[in-house]
């Protein structure tokens, strides 16, 4: 059973349980520890097997081979993705450096002229408009008001009173 179990125990230590239950029966616990923090919790689960001692006698190394075996593979297949992980992650870094680079040695530098110059904040300046509201009245200067008196229609009253003023001047 231990020469089973020697694979397993070179990766991390294990806590084996024996105990008596029902009717001659024999409960065996194999549980894997935690090497660190954060380590996979499937690399963690227990093996239990519950039988006669014939039918552990007979079955348990068998059981414990498969189970080492399963818990193994399971490690390596860990590792080996989260080094692909690594490694992908690598290689975009890379990517993304590389785009950068060339991005900026494909942008000429140009010179600033008067016109692409950023311009200074003036502390004078009056603050940007905001958007009128449904209900907002738009102001109007004097000037303002003189345009929108001569575009306004004359009212019903006002016509008689420039006919009567043509009859006059006839």
Known sequence: MFKELAPCLRQRALLLT?????????????????LKEGENAALTTPLTVTGT????????PSTIV????????LKNT?????AEMDEAAKAAKAEARAKAKT?????????????????PEQPGKPAPARATGL????????????????????????????????????
């Open 18 to 34: 024996v105990t008596h239950s029902d009717d001659d029966q024999i409960r065996v616990n194999i549980i894997p520890q935690k």
């Open 103 to 119: 991005a900026i040695k494909n942008e000429p530098a140009k010179p600033a002229t008067p016109e692409t110059a950023p311009k």
């Open 135 to 170: 209900f907002d009245a738009p102001s109007l200067t004097s000037d303002d008001h003189a345009d929108e008196e001569a575009e306004l229609p004359a009212e019903p009253g006002d016509e008689l009173r420039e006919t009567e003023s043509l009859d006059d001047a006839a």
């Open 53 to 60: 001692a014939e039918e552990l006698d007979r079955d348990l």
């Open 78 to 82: 860990l590792d080996r993705a989260k």
């Open 66 to 73: 498969n189970f080492v075996a399963s818990h193994l593979s």
